[in-house]
């Protein structure tokens, strides 16, 4: 059956690029292929993709800031980096510029295949109603508009924070296990040689609980995390 969707892939690795474009389209999608930032860009901007797959050291443009101007102009487009570079630090350096999902070179293309298939099913299910704001306590999300407010005071967040917080309020009162989270905001299987996952719920903890007399997330030891309203 064909899936009709169209992916960017900006590579500057040729082989790579190529045998990706081979795959993918085998699989029905409709591929298009980049080798340094600056085309990536132009490609991005004249056409309507379903899915971009970017390498982080690429000439002319780097991945990084190639997937902040892309998230820039697109909030929900899916974004997966390509990268030999797999350092916590690396990481969180690109969710925070906007990436969904972060693989380390070398890896198996069918692990890639089923990273996209679940990215671009989230992106469908996100296109079904679901309500345009969550409220926990005094904390609340509008999910039109990508704004949040605690006590009414508006609250900046990226868009990885963003998805973590509301994965969180949409399971208030629910202890939620790293590999929960893992699976649901990255879309990845939980690694727990990385610390990613803490650094970002410290990172929400900072932005919508420090300044406020009440703990919204709590740990819960050995089990996760969980976002409790006050009782």
Not at 101 to 108: G, S, V
Not at 118 to 141: F, S, Y
Request: charged content about 30%.
């Amino acid at each position: 059956m064909t899936d009709e969707r169209k992916l960017l892939i900006v590579e500057d690795e040729k082989k790579i690029a190529t045998t990706l474009k081979k795959g993918l389209s085998e699989n029905g999608y409709h591929v298009d292929v980049a080798f340094d930032g600056l085309i990536g860009k132009r490609l991005f901007d004249s056409n309507d993709y379903d899915l971009v797959i970017l390498d982080i050291n690429l000439p002319g443009m780097n991945g990084f800031d190639l997937c902040k101007v892309i998230r820039n102009s697109n909030q929900q487009i899916p974004i997966i980096m390509l990268t030999a570079m797999n350092t916590t630090e690396d990481k969180i350096e690109g969710f925070d510029t906007g990436t969904d999902d972060y693989m380390i070179k070398p890896f198996e293309f069918k692990e890639l295949l089923v990273r996209i298939r679940a990215l671009l099913k989230r992106t469908m299910n996100q296109q079904l109603p679901t309500g345009n704001i969550l409220k926990v306590a005094d904390l609340e999300m509008n999910l039109d508009t990508k704004e949040v407010a605690r006590a009414g005071q508006p609250i900046t967040l990226t868009a990885k924070e963003f998805q973590l917080l509301e994965y969180f309020m949409r399971n208030r009162n629910r202890v939620l296990s790293r590999s929960d989270i893992a699976e649901r905001v990255w879309e990845i299987d939980f690694d727990t040689q990385t610390n990613v996952i803490d650094v970002y719920v410290n990172y929400l903890r900072n932005k919508i609980d420090k300044k406020f007399d009440t703990r919204l997330i709590h740990t819960q030891v050995g089990m996760g995390y969980i976002m409790k309203e006050p009782s």
